[in-house]
């Protein structure tokens, strides 16, 4: 799950690690006066979206008097702002951060991430921190170091000090920066994160170290545990049919293509998508039903498919393992009764009780065609799409 900047400014905020004082408005008026209640002048006036690169699309102002913020906000408010990370569509901002502008010296780049290469969370820095990041790792990639976390251990004061002198920090900056690491490693196992970035921390002109922009994806799977933190959730900045599949424990993805995919099992569905590039067609989407597809999860699954227009045909793709194939079958033939499927419809069954399932499927006086092997469902539903 994704958050606000300002949300995850406020759970940091909780763990000690320095922030700018500011408030999330809704109005430009609002943003006036939260400017002033703030003190003096200047003051960050942010857009608050679901993606980064915002001040490379106007989506960060430096404002000098309350009134500038309050145009600066008039001026954001209801704006799509398009970012490297948004596509060409891009977001509409709906609500905007006020804070204390810094007085910048320095920037670099911080975050905790889990590394699936060493399967441990890993501390990453730069000292070439800011709008440009990903510009650094692709061509200086020497530039940023990292800093693997023992599980049981955890993040060291040795590890933290290396990781500063690393960034070049005279000594008063280090003991602040061992501080900084250690809570920011705090937030991210207790808060169950799954990325946590500072882009930029700064150090001021005063010798202090700051955090001034953050941002943090949260592990779906251990939301149970925050109850606060999952009521974060802004449905206004996901995909609609996401939305939809997650009530129902559906792992859904929008793509870009025409063929509509069921699949269960993240792997499964991943090979799914490229056999069906591979074979000259486009996968509409990612669609993960899950080990225990019911009746109800997998006519929920059709609707949400079908619910997107570029969809032109769905191949179903399952391996009964813990769920049989005949049970499988039942769920399709009942779920494309009720939603109604006009187009093409491959599925392909393997695993137990097959044969019984591609009978029922036979059987069902639906306009399902049967396909033995990926190969051959892939080309069947290309070709039916394609025509």
């Avoid at 759970?11 to 400017?35: C, E, K, M, Q, T």
């Avoid at 001026?75 to 948004?86: A, R």
């Avoid at 499964?268 to 069906?276: F, N, R, V």
Wanted: aromatic content about 6%.
């Amino acid at each position: 799950m994704n958050i606000h900047e300002y949300q995850a400014k406020a759970i940091l905020r909780n763990f000690g690690v320095p922030v700018p004082d500011g408030h999330v408005v809704y109005n430009s008026n609002l943003a006036r006066d939260w400017a002033r209640r703030l003190g003096d002048g200047p003051w960050a006036v942010k857009a608050q979206i679901h993606a980064g690169g915002r001040g490379k699309g106007g989506g960060v102002k430096i404002a000098k008097t309350a009134d500038e913020v309050r145009q600066y906000a008039k001026n954001m408010f209801g704006m799509t702002l398009i970012t490297h990370q948004t596509g060409p569509e891009g977001k509409t901002v709906k609500r905007v951060l006020v804070e204390n502008a810094s007085n910048i010296a320095d920037e670099f780049y911080v975050s905790f991430l889990v590394d699936r290469v060493t399967d441990r969370v890993t501390l990453m820095v730069s000292a070439e921190g800011g709008m440009d990041i990903e510009e650094v790792a692709a061509k200086t990639p020497e530039k940023i170091f990292f800093e693997v976390v023992d599980p049981v251990v955890g993040l060291t004061a040795f590890q933290a000090r290396k990781v500063a002198f690393k960034l070049g920090l005279a000594m008063p900056q280090v003991k602040q920066a061992v501080s900084l690491f250690l809570n920011l490693y705090k937030a991210f196992v207790e808060a169950d994160c799954s990325l946590l970035e500072i882009n930029p921390m700064i150090l001021t002109a005063e010798g202090d170290l700051l955090c001034i922009d953050a941002k943090i994806n949260l592990d779906d799977n251990a939301l149970f545990r925050h109850l606060r933190i999952r009521d974060l959730r802004d449905y206004d900045e996901e995909d609609p049919m996401e939305i939809e599949a997650s009530q129902y424990d559906l792992s859904y993805i929008a793509l870009d293509g025409n063929i509509g995919c069921m699949v269960n099992g993240a792997g499964l569905a991943m090979a799914t998508m490229d056999i069906i590039k591979h074979t000259g067609g486009e996968p509409a989407n990612f669609l993960d039903v899950g080990g225990g597809a019911t009746i109800e999860r997998v006519t929920e699954a059709f609707k949400i498919i079908l619910s997107d227009d570029k969809v032109k045909g769905i191949l179903v793709n399952i391996f009964g393992g813990i769920m049989k194939c005949d049970v499988i079958a039942t769920g399709i033939i009942e779920a494309a009764r009720q939603v109604g499927v006009s187009i093409p419809l491959v599925v392909r069954l393997e695993g137990t009780n097959v044969e019984k399932g591609r009978q029922l499927l036979a059987e069902s006086g639906l306009n399902i065609v049967s396909a033995e092997g990926m190969a051959d469902a892939a080309a069947k539903i290309v070709k039916a799409v394609n025509g």
